[in-house]
T-cell receptor, first 113, second 117 residues
Framework: ETGVTQSPTHLIKTRGQQVTLRCSSQSGHNTVSWYQQALGQGPQFIFQ???????GRGNFPPRFSGLQFPNYSSELNVNALELDDSALYLC????????????FGPGTRLTVL | AQSVTQLDSQVPVFEEAPVELRCNYSSSVSVYLFWYVQYPNQGLQLLLK??????LVESINGFEAEFNKSQTSFHLRKPSVHISDTAEYFCAVLPMNYGGSQGNLIFGKGTKLSVKP
């Protein structure tokens, strides 16, 4: 059983650019959540996908968008990057039950210059 | 709405000493409670969780946490720490209501535990 994987590990972009981050869920998990962890802060919920549809969203602007694919892998897209988007982006997958453990990937470190 | 407060941003402690990392939460609905650990350059790992039943929960590596409903706290303790426990620890809550953000963990800002020899 493979865990949650994310790619790339690190990424450097400039302000105004667009970025796509990828996540492969743990086997058997159909729900994926994305979190942003700024330096010195706890992770903040961006959104969640279940059966290829967004079914929950945190306080993030529409330029943060996502996709979930039939194999339950997922993408996080961020348009018009801003300096404050620099953070560790974490993907977490779990089964359907609300109290199922969320398994986190290692994250993608995004730096916006 | 929910919020989580971790009262100490950094906790230095000597090896084999006891430690307590404090966590208080605020919520208008019942919540599940979690502690996650993050080692440098890694993602989050679940350390322990409280869903229901006994208010004292334990992890396999000697940590324990006690849910105190009246004080809305979920403090993490270990009677004797090791160098390998050096990491950042996050307290989190998960609302039990099935709203528009199902599965949305709300995290505290984290406590950096530094164990010195």
């Amino acid at each position: 059983e493979t865990g949650v994987t994310q790619s790339p590990t690190h990424l450097i972009k400039t302000r105004g650019q667009q970025v796509t981050l990828r996540c492969s869920s743990q086997s058997g998990h159909n729900t994926v959540s994305w979190y942003q962890q700024a330096l010195g802060q706890g992770p903040q919920f961006i959104f969640q996908y279940y059966r290829e549809e967004e079914n929950g969203r945190g306080n993030f602007p529409p330029r943060f968008s996502g996709l979930q694919f039939p194999n339950y892998s997922s993408e996080l897209n961020v348009n018009a990057l801003e300096l404050d988007d620099s953070a560790l982006y974490l993907c977490a997958s779990r089964g359907l039950a609300i109290d199922n453990e969320q398994f986190f990937g290692p994250g993608t470190r995004l730096t916006v210059l | 709405a929910q919020s989580v407060t971790q009262l100490d941003s950094q906790v230095p402690v000597f090896e084999e000493a006891p430690v307590e990392l404090r966590c208080n939460y605020s919520s208008s609905v019942s919540v599940y409670l979690f502690w996650y650990v993050q080692y440098p350059n890694q993602g989050l790992q679940l350390l322990l969780k409280y869903l229901s039943g006994s208010t004292l929960v334990e992890s396999i590596n000697g940590f324990e946490a006690e849910f105190n409903k009246s004080q809305t706290s979920f403090h993490l303790r270990k009677p004797s720490v090791h160098i390998s426990d050096t990491a950042e620890y996050f307290c989190a809550v998960l609302p039990m209501n099935y709203g528009g953000s199902q599965g949305n963990l709300i995290f505290g800002k984290g406590t950096k535990l530094s164990v010195k020899p």
